[in-house]
């Protein structure tokens, strides 16, 4: 099954749209000619997002091995901070996999019923009877 891989750069000495702009078409063409079936860029007030698509990790793997990639992730504005890379679409993307359904609601969803009143004991009743009314023994 194919997954979607993000490098997401930040502003830092230098602008990350820069950043893009000097390496973006290195990018596209290096991941278009190892196996990815799809990419896309996105540009935040924070900096640039690279998501792309492959069919495994091996070939995502291999793209990042590669001169090429490995010299624009190298040039970076912010190689410390600056530079995240990890499995799935960027932060402010949908989910890869839809959510699974939650359970609908049962009968165990019902709440409890109230506790009846609790049984009162007057301790003050000099009769010498108990709550039953009974004379005691």
């Not at 991941?31 to 492959?54: I, K």
């Amino acid at each position: 099954m194919a997954e979607w891989w993000s490098i997401e750069v930040l502003h830092g000495e230098f602008s990350a749209f820069q950043w893009q702009q000097a390496h973006d078409s290195e990018l596209i063409e290096a991941a278009l000619t190892n196996g990815a079936l799809d990419g896309t860029w996105h540009a935040d007030r924070w900096g640039v997002a690279f998501e792309v698509c492959f069919e495994n990790e091996q070939l995502w793997d291999a793209f990042r091995e590669l001169p090429v990639v490995r010299a624009a992730l190298d040039a970076v504005p912010d190689p410390v901070n600056g530079l995240l890379i990890y499995r799935g679409r960027g932060g402010s993307s949908a989910a890869g996999k839809p959510r699974r359904p939650r359970p609908a609601p049962s009968a165990a969803a019902v709440s409890l019923p109230e506790p009846g009143p609790e049984p009162y004991l007057d301790l003050t009743d000099a009769s010498g009877r108990d709550l039953a009314g009974a004379a005691s023994r």
